[in-house]
């Protein structure tokens, strides 16, 4: 059997296209609103036909949500790969960073990005949805590092992943309203121990 050798050249162009039609959008998005940009204009900004642009994405929505899932995978390998004798507060906070990193490596972009969220409601509606599949994602990890020291309430991971999540829509919201004057990690641990105080 053949080595594997990752992504096909046909797949790395398809996920350079859609980078492409992701940065052009959000652009779009940032200068004249999501409601009042087209697929039409985005596509006409990457130069691609609008036939085109709905093979990469099933909805202009999905220009900017649909790599939550992804990330969520992300999120979940990195809590499960915390130290099992961590405190687990400190360790749903440490699997955010994956986040934060991705955000801070161009905050200009997060920032856009983040403003735009916030300021559509069918964005924010995606945006909830989003907090459901990660707290999904996070929750049986959660279960499994409390079960060891002999936790097992039914509700307790749940809560915890619910609250993690929470915590981090709330760090965003404020980032944004700041116009990311305020730094992500800071406030993100910030908001972390206002929980752990309670």
């Known amino acids: 059997m053949p080595p594997d050798q990752g992504p096909s050249l046909r797949e790395r162009t398809r996920e ?33 036909s609008v036939r085109s642009f709905y093979r990469y994405f099933p909805t202009k929505e999905d220009v900017l949500i649909g790599q ?18 961590e405190a687990i507060w400190t360790a749903l906070r440490a699997s955010l960073d994956p986040v934060v990193t991705a955000f801070s490596a161009e ?7 983040m403003q735009v969220i916030m300021s559509t409601h069918a ?21 499994a590092r409390l079960a060891v020291g002999g936790d097992t309430h039914p509700l307790r991971a749940r809560t915890l992943a619910h609250t993690a999540v929470a915590c981090l829509d709330l760090t965003f919201a404020e980032w944004s309203a ?13 908001v972390f121990t206002q929980v752990a105080d309670i």
């Not at 899932?69 to 999120?75: F, T």
């Not at 700041?178 to 910030?190: A, K, Q, R, V, Y």
């Open 178 to 190: 700041s116009n990311g004057t305020l730094d992500l990690e800071t406030l993100l641990d910030d």
């Open 16 to 48: 350079a296209v859609r980078a492409e039609v992701r940065l052009a959008a959000l652009d779009l998005f940032a200068e004249q609103g999501f409601d009042a940009t087209t697929a039409e204009q985005i596509s006409r900004a990457v130069g691609i």
């Open 68 to 85: 939550n899932a992804q990330m969520g995978g992300l999120i979940r390998d990195a809590l499960a790969a915390r130290p099992a004798d």
């Open 123 to 143: 964005l924010r509606a995606h945006h909830v949805e989003k907090h459901i599949l990660w707290e999904q994602l996070l929750a049986p990890v959660v279960e």
């Open 107 to 113: 905050p200009e972009r997060g920032l856009a990005f």
